[in-house]
Nanobody, 127 residues
Framework: EVQLVESGGGLVQAGGSLRLSCAAS????????MGWFRQAPGKEREGVSC????????SYADSVKGRFTISSDISKNTVYLQMNELKPEDTAVYFC????????????????????WGQGTQVTVSS
């Protein structure tokens, strides 16, 4: 059974930092993509960042480029999202997801590319 468990969310002032973690289990191999998405109240879930286990390549949404960094620790089966210079508009529930299909890397910011999702962790940035 595939499981993804996020942690690290919380309340932070604007300009502050948080690091989210996503502990993954229940799948093997190196042909998959891990992504972070977020959903603010009343808005669609949007892709934030992703990392390919195949080649380590990363992608970021324009809104977080230069502020967020995605990384992975293969030995711990964990993916991280370091979030710096947080803004009130970053407030959302953050979800990690894994895409296990061979074409999951093709559209890494599409929700349809992902097969399993975590339960989400709340990030609140106060002004």
């Amino acid at each position: 059974e595939v499981q993804l468990v996020e942690s690290g969310g919380g309340l932070v002032q604007a300009g502050g930092s948080l690091r989210l973690s996503c502990a993954a289990s229940g799948f093997t191999g190196d042909d998959y993509v891990m992504g972070w998405f977020r959903q603010a109240p009343g808005k669609e879930r949007e892709g934030v960042s992703c990392i390919s286990a195949t080649d380590g390549s990363t992608s970021y949404a324009d809104s977080v480029k230069g502020r967020f960094t995605i990384s992975s620790d293969i030995s711990k089966n964990t993916v991280y999202l370091q979030m710096n210079e947080l803004k009130p508009e970053d407030t959302a529930v953050y979800f990690c997801a894994v895409g296990l299909r061979s074409d999951s890397n093709a559209y890494p910011f599409s929700r349809a590319s992902y097969d399993y999702w975590g339960q989400g962790t709340q990030v609140t940035v106060s002004s």
